[in-house]
Each structure stands twice: as structure tokens, then as C-alpha cells.
């Protein structure tokens, strides 16, 4: 099955700090990526998605500029969590769509955040 | 937008029986149903899928079952087993600008005791 790569899987970063993770599509063109963020126990939830060549959608409540996302090719979307508090620790996930089924969505394996 | 419920949010049965997992939503546009499964610490892995022109699809222990007119769709689990047990999440989708955008469920915990 369809492959998406997402790094690092875990990030302990000081408060203040900037975190960038990348989420790959690795056998597969996807024009849409999704970052979730997920508490323990909790779903998915959806923070923005991510089209290829053009801005991103966010999700009411999220904010654009803590949270940037680009999407600069076809098998590649970036989340950067700028300035990251304590309280943007969390469990974040991207998901990534195979362009020719459009449908069926493929996860990456999550990047545990811990600012400290 | 699409609201999805999902319930129970923690189902434990013991390795052999059945386990059903219920979701509703809202969008009579949404027209495409997957269910996932996520184990500890793992990414959720697509395990079954169902479009609206069909009611019921099976791949072997599981079965999903979809009633477009209640919209409400189930994930049947025959024949439990240990390895059986994570979260599951339901969701839907409809086409949106041309593409896809899924609302999940809130999860189910299922535990399959041995």
C-alpha cells in the first residue's frame, strides 16, 4: 500500500523555539495533505489542509501564522510550529490523499511534540 | 459542516464475539465512508471502506454496513481476537471543490479480552 514517511517522530524543543515537520508521500502523488493534531485518547482532529502550490485552509479556532504550512510539491508538505509553548505540546499527524483515487487516505506515523 | 458521532467510545468483549461500532453523521452530500484502526502509539491504518451506492461490504472478519436514508453506517467485527484490540475511527466525507474532506468520528476503544 501507499507509503507516507513523516519525521521527526518525536521533538523536545525548548519554549520559544521554532519546530518544522515533514510529512512525505513516498510512492504516490498527493495534490492534498491534512495535519491533525491528537490528544491521548481523543481523535483526530483537524487543524488545516494543505493543497499543493497554493495556501493552506485552516480550520476555525487555528492559527495561521503559529502553525505555517507549506506545501511546495506534490509529495511534500511542511508544518512549522513557530514560537511553540507548553501548551502546543501534543500528538501531530498528517495524512495525505493519493491524488488518482482521491479518495483514500494514507497516515504518516504522528511526531510526539514536547516543548518544554 | 459534517458532524460525525461515534459510539460506544470504549467497547470490551471477550476474544470470540462480536464487536459493533456505531457512527452517525449529517451531510446527506457525504458519500464515502472509512472506517480506520489505530494500535498504541501507531498511525491509523485504513481496514475498510464504503461508498453510498452500497450497503454493505465484507472483507472477512469484518463488515461495514451504511443507511444512507438514517445516515448511519456500523463497523461489525466477527470471531474477536486479541490483536483486534485498539482505537477505531469512523469517518465521512464529500466531495468538497472537487476533493475530499473527511470529518472523523471521536474513536472507539476496543478491547478484545484472551
Known amino acids: 500500500g501507499a507509503v507516507v514517511s513523516q519525521h521527526p517522530s518525536r521533538v523536545i524543543c525548548k519554549s520559544g523555539t521554532s519546530v518544522k515537520i515533514e510529512c512525505r508521500s513516498l510512492?504516490?502523488?498527493?495534490?492534498?495533505m491534512f495535519w491533525y493534531r491528537q490528544f491521548p485518547k481523543q481523535s483526530l482532529m483537524l487543524m488545516a489542509t494543505?493543497?499543493?502550490?497554493?495556501?493552506?485552509?485552516?480550520e476555525q479556532g487555528v492559527e495561521k501564522d503559529k502553525f505555517l504550512i507549506n506545501h511546495a510539491s506534490l509529495t511534500l508538505s511542511t508544518l512549522t510550529v513557530t514560537s511553540a509553548h507548553p501548551e502546543d505540546s501534543s500528538f501531530y499527524i498528517c495524512?495525505?490523499?493519493?491524488?488518482?483515487?482521491?479518495?483514500?487516505?494514507?497516515f504518516g506515523s504522528g511526531t510526539q511534540l514536547s516543548v518544554l | 459542516g459534517e458532524n460525525v458521532e461515534q459510539h460506544p467510545s470504549t467497547l470490551s468483549v471477550q476474544e470470540g464475539d462480536s464487536a459493533v461500532i456505531k457512527c452517525t453523521y449529517s451531510?446527506?452530500?457525504?458519500?464515502?465512508f472509512p472506517w480506520y484502526k489505530q494500535e498504541l502509539g501507531k498511525r491509523p491504518q485504513l481496514i475498510i471502506d464504503?461508498?453510498?451506492?452500497?450497503g454493505e461490504k465484507k472483507d472477512q472478519r469484518i463488515a461495514v454496513t451504511l443507511n444512507k436514508t438514517a445516515k448511519h453506517f456500523s463497523l461489525h467485527i466477527t470471531e474477536t481476537q486479541p490483536e483486534d484490540s485498539a482505537v477505531y475511527f469512523c469517518?465521512?466525507?464529500?466531495?468538497?471543490?472537487?476533493?475530499?474532506?473527511?470529518?472523523f468520528g471521536r474513536g472507539t476503544s476496543l478491547i478484545v479480552h484472551p
Open positions: 464504503i461508498r453510498s451506492n452500497v
Open positions: 469517518a465521512a466525507s464529500a466531495a468538497s471543490g472537487g476533493s475530499y474532506i473527511p470529518t
Open positions: 510512492d504516490f502523488q498527493a495534490t492534498t
Open positions: 494543505s493543497n499543493e502550490g497554493s495556501k493552506a485552509t485552516y
Open positions: 451531510d446527506s452530500a457525504s458519500n464515502y
Open positions: 495524512s495525505a490523499r493519493d491524488t488518482s483515487t482521491n479518495e483514500k487516505l494514507f
